[in-house]
């Protein structure tokens, strides 16, 4: 951690003045090299991160930019992820014209720590938190029988959805108020597409837990920069709809 | 040659800066060029109708001999009442009228007759049909919102369209549910409810709307701008505690 009281005022200003500009430049002329890291303070970053765990362990995507553009850490800048007292490296990873460092770090619940190591600027701290991990089954609907859905309950600061599609009906989509662990779908809420649609057909459903964390990235009292992170706990399971 | 020009270029302007085209009343058009629009709903007493008139270029207004009638299919005798929406107040330079007629009954019939007549005792009849009426049920003492709470009606496996609308001050966020087809029963869920934690008693407002597509306008009339809403409508509350 550097302190911030011994940088010259006036270098901090021309770095900023300049990561502005190269990040405008590379964003315009769609350049394929990225601002240097080294070229940027602190305060002008935003870390955005993507966490999500589809049943088989967590992939962690973490991306760093400043004005319209990515930036690329390097020299004496580093970012490491700490999850479930582990820290995980991040490997850089191109993505079309962006740039993404990833981690895939297995199943893993409760906070993902974001570290962003500088020598010449201000280091940063960020925190999300992973939703718990659940098991979904679900008993299909019938004529007689609604859509039954089961799942582990857990308790957090996340939001639940429910999502269901098939081939015959139209997509249903519902956000829960509360992570009960268990819900039910009526047969007549499931709409089908056209009068010509098959009666039945196979349906996904796909449970959803997330959380959506937006904090500065420096905190108070100076509050800049920005940290913003999605992370989610998603299942999805193919459900046999009974005539 | 110059003249003609400077004629031509005047009206051209003239038709580019006009007003956007005004229907004219319903006495200067004829039976073909008007359409209706219709609301028709009961609560099993009463059965209130709201009507528009329509012309290609939009809404027209009731004038000389015409006039609207509605009531039972035995006696379609309630001549509606012109309503202006608000609408109108904000229109300055326009002579469009945005009217409504609206007519209420307190009947229990589910046939009825809507007529439009019009000069030297030209009656057009279009007749609606609303659904079967039902009783519509909830929890008679207070009940708990960690459980399932029932609702249940009288189902129609005829109904085109059926609708739950829970709403109440203490919900954050309204319960709707269309039904591709009418179940007669519903199961509010604990995760339903979007409610504040430290809600206490509360009153949940339940509306069922079952709608009919059984209507037949009077053939002379022009086609209808939107299919009518023909409605039998429940309302009941009932208590709910934590």
Same mark, same amino acid.
């Given at each position: 951690m550097?302190?911030?009281?011994?940088?010259?005022? /006036?270098?901090?200003?021309? #770095? /900023?003045? =300049?990561?502005? =500009?190269c990040a405008t430049a590379s964003a315009? +002329?769609?350049?394929? !090299? =990225?601002?240097?890291? $080294?070229? @940027?303070? $602190?305060?002008? #970053?935003?870390?955005?991160m993507d966490a999500a765990d589809d049943g088989a362990g967590a992939e962690v995507k973490v991306r760093i930019?400043?004005?319209?553009? +990515?930036v690329q850490l390097t020299s004496t800048d580093?970012? /490491?992820?700490t999850a479930a007292g582990t820290v995980w490296s991040l490997e850089a990873?191109?993505?079309?014209?962006?740039? @993404?460092?990833?981690?895939?770090?297995? *199943?893993? !619940?409760?906070?993902?720590?974001?570290?962003?190591? /500088?020598?010449?600027?201000? !280091? +940063?701290?960020? @925190?999300? $938190? #992973? *939703?718990?991990?659940? $098991? =979904?089954t679900a008993q299909g609907p019938s004529a007689t029988q609604p859509l039954a859905i089961l799942w582990d309950v857990g308790s957090g600061d996340y939001v639940v959805s429910?999502?269901?599609?098939?081939?015959?009906?139209?997509s249903l989509e519902r956000t829960l108020a509360k992570d009960t662990g268990a819900y039910h779908v009526q047969l007549a809420e499931l709409r089908h597409k056209s009068p010509s649609a098959p009666a039945t057909c196979p349906l996904q459903l796909t449970l959803t837990r997330e959380t959506v964390t937006q904090v500065p990235l420096i905190p108070p009292p100076r509050e800049e920069g920005w940290f913003t992170a999605s992370t989610t706990q998603r299942r999805t399971i193919a459900v046999d709809w009974q005539p | 040659m110059r003249r003609l020009g400077l004629a031509a270029l005047i009206v051209f302007a003239v038709a580019c800066d006009s007003e956007p085209a005004v229907p004219p009343p319903s006495s200067k058009l004829p039976t073909d060029a008007i359409s209706l629009g219709v609301e028709l709903r009961s609560n099993g007493g009463l059965a209130q109708i709201v009507v528009m008139l329509f012309h290609e270029t939009g809404v027209t207004f009731l004038s000389g001999e015409d006039a609207l009638l509605f009531g039972p299919a035995s006696d379609p005798s309630q001549r509606l009442t012109r309503f202006e929406s608000e609408r109108t107040h904000y229109i300055e330079d326009q002579d469009e009228n945005q009217s409504s007629y609206v007519g209420q009954l307190a009947t229990d019939a589910v046939d009825f007759e809507l007529v439009l007549a019009r000069r030297g005792g030209v009656r057009l009849v279009s007749t609606f049909t609303l659904p079967a009426p039902f009783a519509l049920s909830v929890p008679a003492a207070p009940v708990s919102r960690a459980q399932i709470i029932p609702i249940s009606w009288d189902a129609d496996s005829g109904a085109r369209q059926t609708q739950l609308d829970i709403a109440s001050p203490c919900l954050l966020q309204r319960?709707?549910?269309?039904?591709?087809?009418?179940?007669?029963?519903?199961e509010v869920q604990p995760a339903d409810l979007f409610l504040d934690e430290d809600t206490m008693d509360c009153t949940f407002q339940v509306m069922v709307t079952r709608g009919s597509a059984a209507t037949a306008f009077a053939p002379e009339l022009a086609p209808p701008p939107s299919p009518p809403r023909i409605e039998q409508v429940r309302v009941a509350g009932f208590v709910t505690v934590p």
């Open positions: 550097v302190d911030s009281g011994s940088h010259d005022a /006036r270098s901090v200003q021309r #770095m /900023r003045v =300049l990561s502005i =500009l315009l +002329a769609g350049c394929a !090299s =990225l601002p240097d890291s $080294t070229e @940027v303070a $602190t305060r002008d #970053m935003s870390i955005s930019s400043s004005g319209p553009g +990515a580093s970012i /490491r992820l990873r191109e993505e079309g014209d962006d740039l @993404v460092y990833v981690a895939e770090i297995g *199943p893993v !619940s409760g906070d993902l720590e974001i570290d962003l190591e /500088r020598r010449h600027d201000q !280091s +940063a701290h960020a @925190v999300a $938190t #992973m *939703p718990p991990p659940f $098991t =979904l429910l999502a269901i599609a098939g081939d015959c009906i139209g | 319960i709707v549910r269309s039904f591709e087809f009418d179940p007669g029963a519903y």
